[in-house]
Protein backbone atom coordinates (compact mmCIF):
# COMPACT_ATOMS: atom_id res chain seq x y z
CA UNK A 1 0.00 0.00 0.00
CA UNK A 2 1.35 3.26 -0.72
CA UNK A 3 0.09 7.29 -1.47
CA UNK A 4 -2.65 7.73 -3.84
CA UNK A 5 -0.65 10.59 -5.45
CA UNK A 6 2.02 12.69 -5.10
CA UNK A 7 2.04 15.24 -2.48
CA UNK A 8 4.16 18.08 -1.23
CA UNK A 9 5.34 17.35 1.61
CA UNK A 10 5.15 13.26 1.43
CA UNK A 11 6.59 11.25 4.69
CA UNK A 12 7.37 8.33 3.29
CA UNK A 13 10.97 8.64 2.98
CA UNK A 14 11.14 9.88 6.62
CA UNK A 15 8.37 7.45 7.78
CA UNK A 16 10.76 4.30 6.41
CA UNK A 17 14.01 5.96 7.65
CA UNK A 18 14.32 8.80 10.21
CA UNK A 19 10.97 8.89 11.93
CA UNK A 20 11.14 5.07 13.19
CA UNK A 21 12.98 5.52 16.37
CA UNK A 22 9.66 7.61 17.32
CA UNK A 23 7.18 5.59 16.21
CA UNK A 24 4.64 4.81 18.80
CA UNK A 25 5.12 1.28 20.13
CA UNK A 26 1.10 1.19 20.86
CA UNK A 27 -1.87 3.02 20.24
CA UNK A 28 -5.43 2.38 19.82
CA UNK A 29 -7.03 5.44 17.82
CA UNK A 30 -5.11 7.62 15.04
CA UNK A 31 -5.57 11.21 14.48
CA UNK A 32 -4.57 12.90 11.30
CA UNK A 33 -5.99 16.47 10.57
CA UNK A 34 -3.57 17.35 8.28
CA UNK A 35 -3.98 14.09 6.10
CA UNK A 36 -2.95 15.17 2.25
CA UNK A 37 -1.32 12.10 0.85
CA UNK A 38 -1.65 9.84 4.02
CA UNK A 39 1.48 8.57 4.56
CA UNK A 40 1.49 8.06 8.18
CA UNK A 41 -1.59 6.62 7.84
CA UNK A 42 -0.82 3.69 6.42
CA UNK A 43 2.04 3.25 8.29
CA UNK A 44 -0.24 3.25 11.78
CA UNK A 45 -3.12 1.40 9.42
CA UNK A 46 -0.30 -1.64 8.88
CA UNK A 47 0.86 -1.38 12.38
CA UNK A 48 -2.38 -1.57 13.95
CA UNK A 49 -5.05 -2.11 11.52
CA UNK A 50 -7.85 -2.65 14.22
CA UNK A 51 -7.57 0.64 15.61
CA UNK A 52 -9.90 4.02 14.83
CA UNK A 53 -8.89 6.31 12.28
CA UNK A 54 -9.79 9.74 12.65
CA UNK A 55 -8.83 11.15 9.27
CA UNK A 56 -9.22 14.91 8.09
CA UNK A 57 -8.62 17.42 5.66
CA UNK A 58 -9.56 21.15 5.12
CA UNK A 59 -9.58 20.39 1.36
CA UNK A 60 -12.73 18.96 0.31
CA UNK A 61 -11.88 18.01 -3.11
CA UNK A 62 -9.19 15.41 -1.85
CA UNK A 63 -11.43 14.70 1.04
CA UNK A 64 -13.94 13.70 -1.71
CA UNK A 65 -11.54 11.04 -3.21
CA UNK A 66 -10.97 9.27 -0.27
CA UNK A 67 -14.63 8.84 0.55
CA UNK A 68 -15.44 7.44 -2.68
CA UNK A 69 -13.09 5.27 -2.49
CA UNK A 70 -13.94 4.05 0.60
CA UNK A 71 -17.56 3.91 -0.47
CA UNK A 72 -18.28 3.58 -3.74
CA UNK A 73 -14.73 1.75 -5.03
CA UNK A 74 -16.07 0.14 -7.99
CA UNK A 75 -17.89 2.75 -9.53
CA UNK A 76 -14.35 5.13 -8.70
CA UNK A 77 -12.05 2.77 -10.33
CA UNK A 78 -14.63 2.33 -13.81
CA UNK A 79 -14.27 6.18 -14.47
CA UNK A 80 -11.06 6.69 -13.74
CA UNK A 81 -10.33 3.55 -16.25
CA UNK A 82 -12.46 4.71 -19.21
CA UNK A 83 -10.49 7.75 -18.53
CA UNK A 84 -6.72 6.23 -18.33
CA UNK A 85 -7.83 3.85 -21.45
CA UNK A 86 -8.67 6.65 -23.29
CA UNK A 87 -5.07 8.87 -22.41
CA UNK A 88 -3.08 5.57 -23.04
CA UNK A 89 -4.14 5.03 -26.65
CA UNK A 90 -2.92 8.72 -27.42
CA UNK A 91 0.76 9.84 -28.31
CA UNK A 92 2.58 11.46 -25.68
CA UNK A 93 4.73 14.76 -26.59
CA UNK A 94 7.72 13.22 -26.25
CA UNK A 95 8.36 8.53 -26.71
CA UNK A 96 11.47 6.70 -25.43
CA UNK A 97 14.29 6.13 -27.69
CA UNK A 98 16.95 3.56 -27.51
CA UNK A 99 18.10 3.67 -31.03
CA UNK A 100 21.75 5.06 -28.72
CA UNK A 101 22.20 1.94 -27.14
CA UNK A 102 21.13 4.45 -24.08
CA UNK A 103 17.06 5.66 -23.21
CA UNK A 104 16.41 9.03 -24.68
CA UNK A 105 13.11 11.09 -24.76
CA UNK A 106 12.71 12.45 -28.55
CA UNK A 107 10.04 14.45 -29.80
CA UNK A 108 6.75 12.70 -31.10
CA UNK A 109 5.51 14.03 -34.26
CA UNK A 110 2.15 13.09 -33.37
CA UNK A 111 1.84 14.24 -29.94
CA UNK A 112 3.59 17.44 -29.99
CA UNK A 113 2.31 20.34 -28.94
CA UNK A 114 0.67 22.39 -31.90
CA UNK A 115 0.81 25.87 -30.94
CA UNK A 116 -0.99 27.21 -33.76
CA UNK A 117 -3.80 24.86 -33.30
CA UNK A 118 -4.60 26.21 -29.69
CA UNK A 119 -4.24 29.47 -30.56
CA UNK A 120 -7.05 29.57 -32.90
CA UNK A 121 -8.76 28.42 -30.41
CA UNK A 122 -7.72 30.60 -27.61
CA UNK A 123 -10.43 32.33 -25.63
CA UNK A 124 -10.31 35.70 -23.60
CA UNK A 125 -8.69 35.70 -19.84
CA UNK A 126 -6.10 33.07 -21.30
CA UNK A 127 -8.72 30.18 -21.60
CA UNK A 128 -8.45 27.56 -24.64
CA UNK A 129 -11.45 25.48 -26.29
CA UNK A 130 -9.92 22.60 -25.42
CA UNK A 131 -13.45 20.57 -26.87
CA UNK A 132 -12.55 22.18 -30.27
CA UNK A 133 -9.02 21.60 -29.96
CA UNK A 134 -9.01 17.90 -28.93
CA UNK A 135 -11.66 17.36 -32.13
CA UNK A 136 -8.89 18.30 -34.61
CA UNK A 137 -5.94 16.81 -32.00
CA UNK A 138 -6.32 13.86 -30.40
CA UNK A 139 -3.49 13.53 -28.12
CA UNK A 140 -2.82 12.94 -24.42
CA UNK A 141 -1.94 16.67 -24.10
CA UNK A 142 -5.16 17.87 -25.55
CA UNK A 143 -7.09 15.15 -23.76
CA UNK A 144 -5.74 16.18 -20.72
CA UNK A 145 -6.68 19.67 -21.07
CA UNK A 146 -9.93 18.62 -22.34
CA UNK A 147 -11.14 16.88 -19.15
CA UNK A 148 -9.57 19.59 -16.76
CA UNK A 149 -12.05 21.80 -18.54
CA UNK A 150 -14.64 19.54 -18.17
CA UNK A 151 -13.75 19.06 -14.31
CA UNK A 152 -13.76 23.12 -13.79
CA UNK A 153 -16.71 23.77 -16.27
CA UNK A 154 -19.00 20.85 -16.36
CA UNK A 155 -19.28 19.19 -12.89
CA UNK A 156 -22.66 20.67 -11.42
CA UNK A 157 -24.69 17.57 -12.89
CA UNK A 158 -22.10 15.03 -11.65
CA UNK A 159 -22.25 12.61 -8.51
CA UNK A 160 -19.56 13.34 -5.65
CA UNK A 161 -17.68 10.01 -7.16
CA UNK A 162 -17.63 11.07 -10.96
CA UNK A 163 -15.84 14.47 -9.24
CA UNK A 164 -13.79 12.83 -7.59
CA UNK A 165 -12.45 10.10 -10.21
CA UNK A 166 -12.05 12.72 -12.56
CA UNK A 167 -9.98 14.63 -10.16
CA UNK A 168 -7.98 11.52 -9.54
CA UNK A 169 -7.30 10.86 -13.09
CA UNK A 170 -6.17 14.42 -13.47
CA UNK A 171 -3.52 14.45 -10.08
CA UNK A 172 -2.07 11.33 -11.74
CA UNK A 173 -1.20 12.74 -15.02
CA UNK A 174 -0.72 16.52 -14.19
CA UNK A 175 2.65 17.78 -13.43
CA UNK A 176 4.83 16.58 -10.66
CA UNK A 177 2.06 16.00 -7.45
CA UNK A 178 1.75 20.29 -7.70
CA UNK A 179 -1.44 21.68 -6.54
CA UNK A 180 -3.30 24.64 -8.24
CA UNK A 181 -6.30 26.20 -8.05
CA UNK A 182 -7.91 28.32 -10.94
CA UNK A 183 -8.24 32.10 -10.45
CA UNK A 184 -12.27 32.85 -10.30
CA UNK A 185 -13.43 29.04 -10.24
CA UNK A 186 -11.43 27.94 -7.55
CA UNK A 187 -10.65 24.74 -9.29
CA UNK A 188 -8.12 21.85 -9.85
CA UNK A 189 -5.49 23.74 -12.20
CA UNK A 190 -2.52 22.16 -12.36
CA UNK A 191 -0.98 21.79 -16.34
CA UNK A 192 -0.28 18.40 -17.43
CA UNK A 193 2.71 16.42 -16.39
CA UNK A 194 5.39 15.00 -18.96
CA UNK A 195 3.20 12.57 -19.31
CA UNK A 196 5.26 9.68 -20.03
CA UNK A 197 3.03 6.64 -18.49
CA UNK A 198 4.32 3.32 -20.42
CA UNK A 199 1.98 0.62 -18.72
CA UNK A 200 -0.88 2.26 -16.74
CA UNK A 201 -1.89 5.65 -15.26
CA UNK A 202 -2.29 4.65 -11.96
CA UNK A 203 -2.56 1.64 -9.75
CA UNK A 204 -6.07 -0.32 -9.39
CA UNK A 205 -5.17 -2.83 -6.76
CA UNK A 206 -3.42 -0.09 -4.33
CA UNK A 207 -6.37 2.07 -4.20
CA UNK A 208 -8.76 -1.58 -3.31
CA UNK A 209 -6.06 -1.76 -0.64
CA UNK A 210 -7.13 1.79 0.57
CA UNK A 211 -10.84 0.88 -0.02
CA UNK A 212 -10.30 -1.97 2.28
CA UNK A 213 -7.82 0.36 4.95
CA UNK A 214 -10.54 3.27 4.50
CA UNK A 215 -13.63 0.86 6.39
CA UNK A 216 -12.83 2.04 9.82
CA UNK A 217 -11.89 5.63 9.08
CA UNK A 218 -13.88 8.57 10.08
CA UNK A 219 -13.25 11.15 6.99
CA UNK A 220 -13.84 14.42 7.67
CA UNK A 221 -13.16 18.06 5.87
CA UNK A 222 -13.25 21.03 8.82
CA UNK A 223 -11.00 23.34 10.43
CA UNK A 224 -8.28 20.93 12.32
CA UNK A 225 -8.95 22.31 15.62
CA UNK A 226 -12.45 20.90 15.65
CA UNK A 227 -10.81 17.64 15.82
CA UNK A 228 -9.54 17.84 19.15
CA UNK A 229 -12.41 16.74 20.51
CA UNK A 230 -11.56 12.57 19.72
CA UNK A 231 -7.87 13.09 20.95
CA UNK A 232 -7.29 11.24 24.17
CA UNK A 233 -5.12 8.21 26.18
CA UNK A 234 -4.30 5.81 23.86
CA UNK A 235 -4.35 7.96 20.78
CA UNK A 236 -1.44 8.87 18.01
CA UNK A 237 -1.70 12.19 16.77
CA UNK A 238 0.32 13.26 13.52
CA UNK A 239 0.48 16.84 12.72
CA UNK A 240 1.68 17.43 9.21
CA UNK A 241 1.04 21.54 8.59
CA UNK A 242 1.12 23.72 5.74
CA UNK A 243 4.35 24.59 6.97
CA UNK A 244 6.05 27.47 8.25
CA UNK A 245 7.25 30.48 6.26
CA UNK A 246 10.47 32.54 7.23
CA UNK A 247 9.33 35.26 5.87
CA UNK A 248 7.29 36.82 2.71
CA UNK A 249 10.48 36.14 0.60
CA UNK A 250 11.46 33.11 2.11
CA UNK A 251 8.11 30.79 2.09
CA UNK A 252 7.57 27.64 2.27
CA UNK A 253 7.88 25.22 -0.67
CA UNK A 254 4.18 24.04 -1.29
CA UNK A 255 1.17 26.40 -0.76
CA UNK A 256 -3.10 25.15 -0.65
CA UNK A 257 -4.42 28.08 -0.17
CA UNK A 258 -4.20 28.00 3.38
CA UNK A 259 -2.75 29.79 6.32
CA UNK A 260 0.49 30.66 6.55
CA UNK A 261 1.48 33.15 8.94
CA UNK A 262 2.46 32.36 12.59
CA UNK A 263 -0.77 32.58 14.17
CA UNK A 264 -1.57 30.05 12.08
CA UNK A 265 1.52 27.76 13.15
CA UNK A 266 0.97 28.84 17.60
CA UNK A 267 -2.82 27.34 16.94
CA UNK A 268 -0.82 24.10 15.48
CA UNK A 269 1.06 23.85 18.63
CA UNK A 270 -1.72 24.68 20.65
CA UNK A 271 -3.31 21.66 19.59
CA UNK A 272 0.38 20.01 19.71
CA UNK A 273 0.52 20.49 23.38
CA UNK A 274 -3.65 19.60 24.10
CA UNK A 275 -3.15 16.14 22.78
CA UNK A 276 0.00 15.39 24.63
CA UNK A 277 -2.07 17.08 27.68
CA UNK A 278 -5.02 14.74 26.98
CA UNK A 279 -2.52 11.62 27.18
CA UNK A 280 -1.91 11.11 23.09
CA UNK A 281 1.40 10.30 22.12
CA UNK A 282 2.09 13.09 19.97
CA UNK A 283 4.40 14.16 16.49
CA UNK A 284 4.69 17.54 14.89
CA UNK A 285 6.72 17.97 11.39
CA UNK A 286 7.70 21.16 10.14
CA UNK A 287 10.33 23.09 8.56
CA UNK A 288 13.05 24.67 10.35
CA UNK A 289 14.19 27.86 9.41
CA UNK A 290 17.05 28.76 11.94
CA UNK A 291 15.24 31.13 13.72
CA UNK A 292 14.27 29.28 17.37
CA UNK A 293 10.51 29.71 16.74
CA UNK A 294 9.57 25.81 17.02
CA UNK A 295 12.43 25.85 20.18
CA UNK A 296 11.26 28.83 21.96
CA UNK A 297 7.27 26.82 21.51
CA UNK A 298 8.61 22.84 22.31
CA UNK A 299 7.53 23.46 25.91
CA UNK A 300 10.53 20.92 26.64
CA UNK A 301 9.48 18.20 24.31
CA UNK A 302 11.96 16.63 22.16
CA UNK A 303 13.15 18.17 18.64
CA UNK A 304 14.85 15.99 16.20
CA UNK A 305 16.28 17.80 13.08
CA UNK A 306 16.48 16.60 9.55
CA UNK A 307 18.27 17.56 6.38
CA UNK A 308 15.72 16.65 3.71
CA UNK A 309 15.63 17.55 -0.19
CA UNK A 310 12.11 18.29 -1.71
CA UNK A 311 11.56 16.40 -4.69
CA UNK A 312 7.75 17.39 -5.17
CA UNK A 313 7.59 20.82 -7.69
CA UNK A 314 9.19 22.82 -9.61
CA UNK A 315 13.07 22.62 -8.59
CA UNK A 316 15.02 25.37 -7.65
CA UNK A 317 16.80 27.85 -10.73
CA UNK A 318 20.25 28.38 -10.26
CA UNK A 319 22.86 31.12 -11.60
CA UNK A 320 23.57 28.85 -14.36
CA UNK A 321 20.24 28.04 -15.28
CA UNK A 322 20.24 24.46 -14.44
CA UNK A 323 18.15 23.35 -11.70
CA UNK A 324 18.64 21.85 -8.59
CA UNK A 325 15.78 20.02 -6.12
CA UNK A 326 15.56 22.28 -2.60
CA UNK A 327 17.26 21.01 0.32
CA UNK A 328 16.09 22.50 3.52
CA UNK A 329 16.16 21.28 7.55
CA UNK A 330 12.55 19.99 9.03
CA UNK A 331 12.21 19.18 12.59
CA UNK A 332 10.21 16.66 14.38
CA UNK A 333 8.80 17.79 17.31
CA UNK A 334 8.01 14.64 19.58
CA UNK A 335 5.82 14.75 22.76
CA UNK A 336 3.97 11.92 25.23
CA UNK A 337 3.96 8.42 26.60
CA UNK A 338 5.01 5.93 23.58
Sequence with gaps: ???????????????????????????????????????????????????????????????????????????????VDRFATKYMSLSPPKRRDRSSGKVEWVDDPDGMKDAALEKKYKLPHNKYDWHKIFSEQQTRRTFFFKVRQMYQEDYSDWSRTEEAATLYFLMKTAFNGVWQL?????????????????KEVYDKENVMLWHEALQNSVITSSDFSE????????????????????????????????????????????????????????????????????EERNKGCKIEYFDITYTVGRKKKQEDDTHTATKATEILMIGGDK
Design 1 to 79: MTPLFMWAGGKTKLINNEYTPHMPQSFDRYHEPFFGGGAMFIWAYETNPNAEFYINDINPDIVNIYKSIRDDVDEFVKI
Design 182 to 198: GKGHERFNTPCGLMRHD
Design 227 to 294: TIEQVGKGSYVFLDPPYRSASDTEKTFADYGTELSDDFQEKVLDFFHRSCDSGAYSLLSNRDWGDNFF
